[in-house]
């Protein structure tokens, strides 16, 4: 009966994670254009706007867009970093030989971070093996420790 609660845990803990990553993903991803600001005219203008450019015309740029078309690499690592955690979490969550419940799991630019308490130094060898098999993982970390006592 204890094995079907961890299992049941896991899930629920798989499913939240997921579900996480999935907002934090859409976050952002809206098809509407921002609000347009007005701005007084200049002296010696006649107060009429420029009219708008019609949607997909080229002509302007969105003030701070980057147009080398190329991902923007801090919001990319963030999104590559937050993929991994989840991943790792996961991974760990599965693995029967760790309490993934007991690890935390921090990733920064690829390199995952593992931290909190466990029962044995086997869970800890297990753990990392595990980590380090996960894709875009380029370095674990250590910072697991054994219940005393």
Do not use: H, W
Request: hydrophobic residues 35%; proline residues 7%.
């Amino acid at each position: 009966m204890d094995s079907i609660a961890k299992t049941s845990r896991s899930l629920i803990v798989v499913s939240l994670l997921s579900a996480i990553f999935v907002a934090g993903c859409n976050r952002g991803s809206s098809d509407q254009a921002p609000p347009a600001t007005e701005s007084p005219p200049a002296a010696g203008t006649t107060g009429t706007p420029p009219p708008a450019a019609a949607p997909g015309a080229s002509g302007g740029t969105t003030p701070g867009a980057d147009t080398s078309g190329k991902p923007s690499t801090e919001a990319g690592s963030a999104l590559d970093d937050t993929t991994i955690t989840t991943k790792v979490k996961t991974a760990l969550l599965a693995d029967p030989n760790v309490k993934g419940l007991d690890i935390s799991v921090e990733t920064q630019s690829g390199e995952t971070v593992l931290s909190g308490i466990v029962d044995n130094q086997a869970q800890i060898d297990s753990a990392l093996k595990t980590a380090q098999g996960v894709e875009g993982v380029k370095k674990v970390t250590n910072k697991m420790k054994v219940k005393a006592g």
